[in-house]
């Protein structure tokens, strides 16, 4: 199993692409950390891994509110002296015209993307500065890179977006030395079949939507790799 040993936390894992993540990685033996804003849709991940053979532990966090996301850092800590991987995955998507969303929402959308993502990193650097192998992985997406506009989603998803590309950009040079690779993905709108049904292994075709599971191939190639390669970046084409 590949990634036998391997302590990984994935944010935002109750659904969607952090809970194929975690599903991906413990099939083949990582023990996987997951939060999500609710406890029972973390630890109905935590469930699905476990069903696959996995270890899984489940947490609560809501990444806009900083003292939710000490609290999980600290029983996290309490959990596992090391961490070698991070995935920062949680960031709430929202889409609709601009005067739409509620003031709220908005700030919501921002706070958890942008500012969530640094308190996290902060919050768990400790851990992953104990493991030999350190990684931190972020889900930006194609709304963070220079230019684009080709997404559906609100001007604050692009704003939180944008803050997490100019965070990961910066951290890797500044975590290098320390041995620790800071990579980040920024792809397109893509597709998320479930990682337990018959369309997770479908075959795929030139010309079709990126799905999850290519996402998935792209952490593991880039966590598996080794300790002098530093892949910083994965841009996409948009089909």
């Known amino acids: 199993m590949g990634f036998t040993g391997y302590r990984v ?3 935002g894992a109750g659904r969607g692409f952090g809970r194929a993540l975690a599903i991906a990685l413990g ?3 990582a023990e996987v950390f997951v939060s999500a804003r609710s406890f029972a849709a973390a630890e109905g991940t935590a469930q699905e891994v476990r069903h696959v053979g996995g270890r899984a532990h489940a947490f609560e966090c809501d990444l806009a509110d900083p003292e939710s996301v000490r ?3 600290e029983a996290l800590a309490e959990t596992t002296r090391a961490v070698d991987v991070l995935v920062n995955n949680g960031a709430p998507y929202l889409d609709g015209g601009f005067a739409e969303p509620d003031d709220d929402r908005i700030a919501e959308t921002i706070a958890a993307g942008a500012a ?3 308190l996290m990193t902060k919050a768990v650097l400790p851990l992953l500065l104990r493991s030999p192998r350190p990684d931190i992985v972020t889900m930006v ?3 963070g890179e220079y230019g684009n506009h080709r997404s559906e989603a609100h001007e604050a998803f692009y704003a939180a977006k944008a803050a997490q590309a100019g965070f990961t950009e910066v951290l890797s040079k500044r975590l ?3 041995g620790v690779r800071v990579i980040s993905l920024y792809p397109p709108d893509f597709d998320n079949p479930d990682p337990l ?3 997770w292994n479908a075959p795929t ?3 079709d939507a990126l799905n999850a599971r290519s996402l998935v191939d792209c952490v593991r190639f880039a966590i598996g790799q080794p300790r002098d390669c530093f892949i910083k970046s994965f841009y996409f084409e948009q089909a």
């Open 116 to 118: 969530g993502t640094v």
């Open 9 to 11: 936390v994935v944010t």
């Open 27 to 29: 099939r083949e033996g």
């Open 141 to 143: 997406s194609g709304c």
């Open 205 to 207: 075709h030139g010309g």
């Open 71 to 73: 609290g999980f850092a």
């Open 176 to 178: 290098r030395p320390q």
């Open 197 to 199: 049904g018959p369309d």
